[in-house]
């Protein structure tokens, strides 16, 4: 296990952008480093505790799929990896930041679509659906409940937000306007595979994938690729299929455990705002959250 990193902080290549959990570098004109680290965003906001061995638990679990999605497997889209060690692009002093918790990663022209597929009711669709029974825009049938299988998969796009901001949904022909018909068009089809596929997987693992988002950029060619992270616990809600219950919030090997922590703080007497600064999240949240993830990893590479 690597170290606990908050903050990389790489002086050998040049600081492109720090993100809610990864540090990107720039490798030349043509490349990225993502360093993944150990920070916790919960809210759209980051909390000031990391959770240790997380950075490279998300990376292991990325490059999993990534092997099973990408060309190597169903190759169902052309994925942003180069192959090539992180490790080979900075100086040996820098190495124990970058080892196990990094890709090197094409540089790509990022789409500013948040591309979520969504298997089941849950979370913010559960609560739109009850207002006005469907999600971001997507009809649905009477009669779901809370956790409920929705009858196939729906995509519901998210426009992409600044670091500290709320992603925004919209609806596919807000993403048409944005980005052309065409491009949003198989964006939408290739999420939908992309998650009808890892759910086959992941069920023969017992483990539910209630909802995904993917995110996607053009190559110098104009090639559309996936890219960032794909199907971890930060970026996808995945459930115990053997306490899966309808009608009820299942546990999840994500963060969930750590937003529902953040629901019931008080600060001075209130529940607190969702907006920084975060409070101190206890020892004991932190360790319960770090073993969700490792689990979810134990799982589905066990």
């Not at 061995?53 to 799929?65: I, S």
């Not at 290739?190 to 988002?213: E, H, M, N, P, R």
Request: hydrophobic fraction near 40%.
């Amino acid at each position: 296990m690597t170290a606990t990193l908050h903050t990389s902080m790489l002086t050998s290549l040049p600081l492109l952008a720090r993100g809610k959990v990864r540090d990107n570098y720039a490798v030349g004109d043509d490349r990225i480093l993502m360093v993944a680290s150990d920070r916790l965003s919960a809210f759209d906001v980051i909390m000031g505790e990391p959770i240790p061995g997380k950075g490279a638990l998300l990376t292991q679990m990325a490059l999993f799929w990534f092997d099973r999605l990408g060309p190597k497997g169903l190759n169902i889209c052309p994925i942003h990896l180069t192959g090539e060690a992180p490790e080979s692009v900075v100086t040996p002093a820098e190495v124990p930041q970058v080892v196990g918790r990094s890709m090197l990663v094409k540089r790509l022209k990022p789409l500013p679509v948040e591309a979520v597929v969504r298997g089941y009711l849950a979370g913010s669709g559960w609560k739109e659906y009850q207002e006005n029974q469907a999600v971001c825009g997507v009809p649905l049938p009477a009669g779901l409940k809370n956790a409920s299988k929705l009858p196939e998969p729906i995509y519901t796009p998210a426009a992409k937000a600044a670091v500290g901001e709320h992603d925004e949904n919209i609806t596919f022909e807000q993403t048409a306007r944005m980005i052309g018909l065409d491009l949003a068009t198989r964006i939408r089809a290739i999420s939908i595979q992309l998650y009808q596929a890892a759910s086959a997987i992941a069920a023969q693992k017992g483990i539910i994938i209630a909802d995904t988002k993917f995110e996607f950029g053009l190559d110098a060619d104009g090639t559309l690729t996936l890219m960032d992270e794909v199907l971890t616990p930060d970026s996808s809600r995945f459930w115990p299929a053997e306490s899966y219950q309808e009608g009820i919030n299942p546990p999840s090997f994500d963060k969930q455990f750590v937003r529902d922590w953040l629901e019931q703080v008080r600060i001075d007497g209130k529940p607190w705002s969702k907006t920084p600064p975060a409070p101190r999240v206890p020892d004991a949240v932190i360790a319960r959250t770090a073993a969700k993830y490792q689990e979810a990893l134990a799982r589905l590479t066990g």
